[in-house]
Structure formats: structure tokens, C-alpha cells
């Protein structure tokens, strides 16, 4: 399973990764510019890593996350999540055009939630056992 992991890391890295983390950092860099959005910075480098290398993990929401995360994600989709979406969105569509692209393509479709609503989210390995056991 490791080893299938890593064929598909890479694969994502050379189609679609590199270039999806290029703009999770640009974002990270405009928020640690602006020093007050230094938090909004943090997630998104931790999103810019998932985003690099997705395969054998997940993100979970965090259970200690409440309303300043919910604060956070309404004014981060207003200034930068929606770009990064629609970075998903488009990076999505030649993969989906090209048949052996299409499962790329469903797994930029499913980094659009996490790239609009990215704290108060961890990203974990798929290794672990359910409920950290």
C-alpha cells in the first residue's frame, strides 16, 4: 500500500501538486506580509504540504476547533480560499479531459473544501486507526 502511495504522490506531484502548493505558499507569503493573518499563513502552509503530497493521508476537523475557526474560514474564503478553489477547479478540468487524469481530476474536486474552509482542520496519515487507537 506504501509503495502505491508513493507511485500516486508523485504522479500528483509532477500533474497537478507543484503547482496547487505554489499557490498555497503565495497565499501563506501574503499572509505572513500582512502580520495580523500570520494564523491564516500557518494553515495554509499545513494545506500547501497535504496538497503536495495527498496520498495515505487525510485532513479531520479539530475537536477543540469552535467558533474562531468557523470566524477565520468566512473571512479566509472571502480574501483567499475562493482563488484557491478555483485553482481545484480549474487544474480539474484537463485532468478530467485525459482519461488516465480522471481520478487526479476527483481528487482535486475533493481538495475544494479543505482549500475554502482550511482551519480548525489536521492533516493525519490513513495509517492510523479510527478514533487514534
Not at 508523485?10 to 500582512?34: H, Q, S
Not at 496520498?55 to 480560499?81: K, L, M, Q
Not at 482519461?99 to 475533493?110: C, H, R, S, T, Y
Request: with cysteine; net charge positive.
Amino acid at each position: 500500500m506504501k509503495l502505491f502511495n508513493l507511485l500516486l504522490n508523485i504522479l500528483w506531484l509532477i500533474f497537478c501538486g507543484i503547482w496547487m502548493a505554489i499557490g498555497y505558499t503565495l497565499a501563506a507569503l501574503v499572509c505572513f506580509i500582512l502580520i495580523v493573518t500570520i494564523p491564516f499563513g500557518i494553515a495554509s502552509l499545513r494545506i500547501a504540504g497535504f496538497v503536495l503530497w495527498p496520498f495515505g493521508r487525510t485532513t479531520v476537523e479539530r475537536p477543540d476547533a469552535g467558533a474562531p475557526s468557523f470566524i477565520g474560514n468566512v473571512i479566509w474564503v472571502v480574501f483567499a480560499g475562493w482563488w484557491l478553489a478555483l485553482g481545484h477547479l480549474i487544474t480539474s478540468i484537463p485532468l478530467f479531459l485525459s482519461i488516465i487524469g480522471i481520478p487526479f481530476g476527483w481528487a482535486n474536486l475533493k481538495l475544494i473544501p479543505v482549500s475554502l474552509m482550511p482551519l480548525g482542520r489536521e492533516v493525519v496519515s490513513t495509517n492510523q486507526a479510527f478514533g487514534g487507537r
